[in-house]
């Protein structure tokens, strides 16, 4: 007789939700290395479901789903000049609807965007998904220019006290602080312009933007530095990791996270002006 091997079940996962302290009401945003998380009975969908069962239909859950390449990556010296003539001229148009999440950001970003309910942001590098209360709030008007910072869906999920959900997923990659790189009175941030293709009455259009460097940061920041930020603040506030599935979790407060980096931001860049002077 075959043995079943264990699962992790939905009221299993809805349990650890409540212990890690999500609620209902909270709006959060999720960074998931569904690896980590393990087998789910019924698949990840069901992790899914449960995050939203348990902020329930006051809550809101966001996620950033940016676009596939090579939608927003005209203009940043990745492809050769040929290549880059070559997209212009043949990439279909961006769609904030359909367009695929970045393979960058692993399955859960996508599995999310195509949930049903789900609607998303119109900035292609910078797209955010996001289903329940304030969804609609969180994704409309994403500003053309500088999508992670003034006005941005991480604005407004910033200054609605949300909470960022790191399950089994890199301290290095949590996206709140591009918004504390936004805002942080830093001089010389560093910056690329690039060309987006959109759709306007059924052409191709290439649209003109400008971001802050969220690939390699404003500036020459450490290795890892926002891992860094993430485990001091972590330390700082001493939380404790809980588990979804088999996921080392973590829920840590927007707000006070980006209050928290900033300084440091502040400081490692005037640390780093000052070797550069001597």
């Not at 969220?214 to 930020?229: K, L, Q």
């Not at 588990?243 to 440091?264: H, M, N, W």
Request: charged share 25%; glycine share 8%; net charge negative.
């Amino acid at each position: 007789m075959t043995e079943i091997c264990p699962r992790i079940t939905k009221e299993m996962l809805l349990r650890q939700c409540h212990e890690i302290g999500i609620s209902a009401g909270d709006s959060i945003m999720v960074h998931a290395g569904l690896r980590s998380v393990g087998e789910i009975l019924g698949g990840p969908d069901v992790l899914i479901s449960a995050l939203l069962e348990t902020i329930g239909s006051d809550g809101t859950l966001m996620v950033y789903v940016g676009c596939q390449t090579p939608y927003d990556d005209v203009g940043r010296d990745i492809y050769s000049e040929a290549d880059e003539a070559f997209i212009l001229e043949h990439c279909p148009p961006f769609q904030p609807d359909r367009s695929r999440a970045s393979r960058d950001f692993g399955a859960f970003a996508e599995l999310f965007r195509t949930t049903p309910g789900v609607i998303c942001s119109s900035n292609a590098g910078s797209r955010m998904a996001a289903y329940g209360a304030k969804a609609e709030f969180l994704t409309a008007n994403h500003p053309v220019n500088y999508g992670l910072g003034k006005d941005s869906p991480l604005e407004r999920f910033y200054e609605i006290g949300g909470k960022v959900i790191l399950i089994g997923s890199d301290k290095d990659a949590v996206t709140i602080l591009h918004y504390a790189e936004a805002i942080a009175p830093i001089k010389d941030k560093r910056l690329f312009n690039l060309k987006v293709p959109i759709e306007k009455s059924g052409q191709t259009i290439w649209i003109d933007m400008e971001e802050y460097d969220s690939a390699t940061g404003i500036r020459d920041w450490p290795d890892r530095f926002f891992a860094f930020i993430v485990e001091q603040y972590i330390q700082s506030r001493n939380l404790k990791a809980g588990l979804l599935g088999g996921a080392s979790t973590y829920v840590l407060e927007a707000k006070d996270l980006v209050q928290f980096a900033v300084p440091i931001m502040v400081e490692t860049a005037n640390e780093l002006d000052a070797r550069h002077s001597e």
